[in-house]
């Protein structure tokens, strides 16, 4: 167990809906990054937020965004869904968002999202 | 840009031999982390073991070791004394000491046969 938590575990949803994926760091981690997991994409960084602040964009798209709250838990926000949004997604969290000692990233166990 | 290699698909071992899974990197940047992560079939992401680029010393973390060659821009993750637990797929994955994103390599199906 990783400490890092994400719920749901899975959703399933129709084309056009919009979902939340939820994610709360382990203790005493301010960084937390969201990853997308696909057959086709691999493993692609989407988006970090550190102490509240976004950190980094990757490849996220314009329908998704994100925002990491006091409590420093955050939350992936998916639009217009479409079927190639279909994919595990992760939540990372880490202590330090810099190189060197705890620049390790711990992931949660994934939300499996199907889009039919 | 960084970008990860990994050439194997697929690995098989049997169960207490040691493996070796390749990985090689391309950056630009001076200063870099390598890392290796285990994502078995139940799907979640383990963090198995980091390697900074300016770390004198291999990496090892109890069965497994990084072997970090710098010049080569290779860090190949060794597992020794195989399980049938490590049956897995292993990714090796970089990220610049300035920067957040974990850039990931396509990934090694490890299969230990008992």
């Known amino acids: 167990d990783s400490g890092v938590t994400q719920t749901p575990k899975h959703l399933i949803t129709a084309t056009g809906q919009r979902v939340t994926l939820r994610c709360s760091p382990r203790?005493?981690?301010?960084?937390v990054y969201w990853y997308q997991q696909s057959l086709d994409q691999g493993l692609q960084f989407l988006i970090q937020?550190?102490?509240?602040?976004?950190?980094a964009k990757g490849n996220i798209l314009e329908r998704f965004s994100a925002q990491q709250f006091p409590d420093l838990h955050s939350e992936l926000n998916l639009s217009s869904l479409e079927l190639g949004d279909s994919a595990l997604y992760f939540c990372a969290s880490s202590v330090a968002d810099w190189g060197g000692q705890g620049c390790e990233q711990y992931f949660g166990p994934g939300t499996r999202l199907t889009v039919t | 840009a960084q970008k990860i290699t990994q050439t194997q698909p697929g690995m098989f071992v049997q169960e207490k031999e040691a493996v070796t899974l390749d990985c090689t990197y391309d950056t630009s940047d001076p200063s870099y982390g390598l890392f290796w992560y285990k994502q078995p079939s139940s799907g979640e992401m383990i963090f198995l073991i980091y390697?900074?680029?300016?770390?004198?010393q291999n990496a090892t973390e109890g069965r497994y070791s990084l072997n970090f060659q710098k010049a080569r821009k290779s860090a190949n993750l060794v597992i020794s004394a195989s399980q049938l637990g490590d049956s897995a797929m292993y990714f090796c994955a970089t990220k610049e000491t300035s920067g957040s994103r974990l850039t990931f390599g396509e990934g090694t199906q490890l299969t230990v046969n008992p």
């Open positions: 937020y550190y102490n509240g602040e976004e950190r």
């Open positions: 203790s005493g981690d301010l960084s």
């Open positions: 390697q900074g680029s300016y770390d004198q």
